[in-house]
Every structure is written in structure tokens, then in C-alpha cells.
């Protein structure tokens, strides 16, 4: 509520209170967790994250925002937590694009192909995932089909 209202301060003061209070709580954690990642209180995030883990060690959201954190780090890390979050939720298509695109700047690109596929087909209107099977695409050599996916998003907007 205090974050809606724009009292982003009090909303981080209360997520470490809550934090402190309720420290076995996976939706204090969660939701915690989330308002540090867009607050870019990446420390925080990943300890919240990482406490949520222990608890729920099958939360997909937790190990996809977790990956992408320790992704964006270059922590070897990332790619386990990834993939598991793929293994345990194939159909989504955010959770496929982490997978894919670690597994791309990984250098694993023919697999990374695959799986960035199927988050483009399972969110066909994602420009992040479209931008990231398009860059598959080049690096594979297959420049008409990363053509046509950057054609579609240009002339969206």
C-alpha cells in the first residue's frame, strides 16, 4: 500500500520491519523480495529471496527473480536456479525467457535457441522475449528469421 501511494521509503522501511517480525512468512518474503528487486536494493533482494527458498525451495517466481539477480551479477548460480524454475514451470513464458536467455549469454545458443522458441510462442507479444529470440536467431546465422521478429516490433511502435 505504501508503495501504490508513492511513500517508497516507509514501503522499504516496513518490507525490513515485516522482514524482521516474520521472518518464516513466504508472503512477507515475496512480497519483500519484489519491492527490493524494483528498488534495485539487489542485497536485500537476494537475501529475501534466498531465506524464501529455504522455505518454499519450489517457488518459481523466487527462483526466476533470484536466477536473473545472480544472472545479472555473473554468478554461476543463476543457470541452476533458472533452469530448475523452467523444469517446474515449462508453460511460462517469462520463466522459459530467463532460462533461455541465461542459457544464450552462457553461450549455449543452440539450446538457448529452443527454449527462447517456446517463450516466444507462449508470450507472442513480449517485445523483451522477441528482442531475445532475435538475437538467437543472429548468432545461429538465421538472419531472415531474426528479421522478421525485429520487422513485427518495429512497426508496433
Do not use: C
Not at 517480525?21 to 523480495?33: D, E, G, I, Q, Y
Not at 519491492?35 to 517466481?61: C, D, G, I, M, R
Amino acid at each position: 500500500s505504501l508503495r501504490a501511494d508513492g511513500q517508497i521509503e516507509n514501503a522499504l522501511q516496513a518490507a525490513e520491519d515485516a522482514i524482521e517480525t516474520h521472518p518464516s512468512s513466504p508472503a512477507v518474503l515475496m512480497t519483500s523480495a519484489i519491492l527490493f528487486q524494483n528498488q534495485q536494493q539487489t542485497a536485500k533482494a537476494v537475501a529475501a529471496y534466498e531465506s524464501l527458498l529455504e522455505l518454499t525451495p519450489s517457488n518459481v517466481v523466487a527462483l526466476n527473480n533470484l536466477a536473473w539477480i545472480y544472472h545479472e551479477d555473473g554468478d554461476q548460480r543463476a543457470m541452476q536456479l533458472a533452469k530448475r524454475a523452467y523444469e517446474l514451470q515449462p508453460e511460462n513464458g517469462a520463466i522459459a525467457d530467463t532460462y533461455g536467455w541465461i542459457l544464450f549469454k552462457s553461450g549455449k545458443t543452440e539450446e538457448s535457441l529452443q527454449v527462447l522458441k517456446k517463450a516466444h510462442e507462449l508470450q507472442p507479444d513480449s517485445q523483451e522475449i522477441a528482442m531475445h529470440l532475435a538475437e538467437a536467431y543472429k548468432a545461429t546465422g538465421n538472419t531472415a528469421e531474426a528479421k522478421k521478429i525485429l520487422e513485427k516490433f518495429g512497426s508496433q511502435g
